[in-house]
């Protein structure tokens, strides 16, 4: 099956942020007590930076959030109109952009609005060959079920038969996330999540618990395996595969459907694991080094890696397939400045 026999949607949840990408002095970042690669979320004093970017530098617009940038990423390798977007911006100037971006990509954005707060915002601020990322969430944090359930809006949802969701929309909506992942399980349909951060395991056991049986395909990384790891209290939480293949066993509501787990480790290789097979469903696969002179920007790799493999899972491709794909894509995005696609993407080919 190619991409144009892809006949379903993929609907994503994810907090939506209009990432603004600009150079900047370090007089910039010392003026609001920032620091070169790191990343923070914005109190208080950082709100007035925002404006003071855009009116001073050449800014670079993308339409962010994690599961915002797999969507648009998997768009691009699938037909038109193959994914919607769901999450919270307002309908202020960044949120106009913020949409107008999106469907640069061919997204189809499907906002709750939230006149009482900012659209989400993220700076990434560039010095030299640093980076540092400042996260204002505003109304990407206002989210509510209310808004799935509205006719049009769980229209788009029944007519999809794939779901990405986040982990970070934990914070946000579970209640969201679980009304998503009972339909699909009821409807035969495939739900995937990203575990996203060492937090959410951290602070959101409780619903993961609640929502882990209906999750098809987990994704994640090294950092995040080893923190679930460490919060189900696994026996070796530095054994990435370990982990996956436990994961993958875990009670599952569609014990038919066996679970999917895949863990990257950045350009180390990738770990997946499937069903109750143990070690033996365990399956590794090398990723091929990006020379480091070409490297840009490593932001959004991982978002990167899932929209890859997004775009042919849904066509129902081979496993190795789909890994392959990731691995390609978030090779491309990693030579780009933040977490932004070539505007001339060549067809991915696989070597398998």
Same mark, same amino acid.
């Not at 882990?212 to 990384?221: A, E, H, K, Q, S």
């Given at each position: 099956m190619t991409s144009q026999d892809f006949k379903g949607t993929i609907v994503g949840f994810c907090n939506p942020l209009l990432d603004i990408c600009a150079n900047v002095e370090p007089e910039f970042l010392a003026k609001y007590k920032l620091k070169a690669n790191d990343a923070i979320l914005a109190s208080e004093e950082h709100v007035p930076l925002f404006q003071e970017l855009v009116e001073k530098y050449p800014?670079?617009?993308?339409?962010?959030?994690?599961g915002q940038n797999s969507l648009r990423g998997a768009q691009r390798l699938l037909p038109e109109g193959a994914t919607t977007f769901i999450g919270c911006a307002s309908n202020d100037a960044f949120g106009k952009q913020l949409a107008s971006s999106a469907k640069k990509d061919g997204l189809n954005p499907l906002y709750m609005i939230d006149e009482n707060k900012p659209t989400g915002t993220c700076a990434l601020l560039i010095t030299g060959q640093d980076r540092s990322l400042v996260a204002n969430l505003a109304a990407a944090n206002s989210y509510s079920v209310e808004h799935v359930t509205r006719p049009e809006i769980w229209e788009q949802v029944e007519k999809a038969q794939y779901y990405y969701v986040t982990g970070f929309f934990l914070t946000v909506s579970p209640e969201s996330i679980l009304k998503v992942a009972q339909h699909a399980h009821e409807q035969g349909k495939t739900f995937m999540m990203n575990v996203s951060a060492p937090f959410t395991p951290e602070f959101y056991k409780d619903t993961w618990e609640k929502v $882990? &049986?209906?999750?098809?395909?987990?994704?994640?990384?090294?950092t995040e395996a080893e923190a679930w790891a460490t919060q189900f209290h696994y026996d070796h939480p530095k054994d990435i595969q370990?982990?996956?293949?436990?994961?993958?066993?875990?009670?599952?509501?569609?014990?038919?459907?066996?679970?999917t787990v895949v863990f990257t480790q950045g350009s180390e290789s990738t770990v997946v694991a499937i069903g109750n097979q143990g070690q033996e469903g365990v399956s590794v696969f090398p990723v091929q080094a990006v020379p480091k002179a070409e490297i840009v920007d490593t932001n959004g790799a991982g978002d990167a890696f899932v929209a890859g493999f997004l775009s042919q899972y849904v066509t129902k491709q081979s $496993? &190795?397939?789909?890994?392959?794909?990731?691995?390609?894509?978030?090779s491309l995005v990693i030579r780009e400045s933040g977490a932004s696609y070539p505007e001339k993407m060549a067809k991915f080919t696989p070597s398998v």
């Open positions: 800014v670079k617009y993308i339409a962010g959030g994690a $882990l &049986p209906y999750v098809d395909v987990l994704f994640g990384n090294e370990d982990t996956a293949a436990k994961i993958a066993a875990s009670p599952k509501e569609n014990p038919n459907r066996p679970r $496993l &190795p397939h789909c890994v392959q794909c990731g691995h390609w894509l978030a």
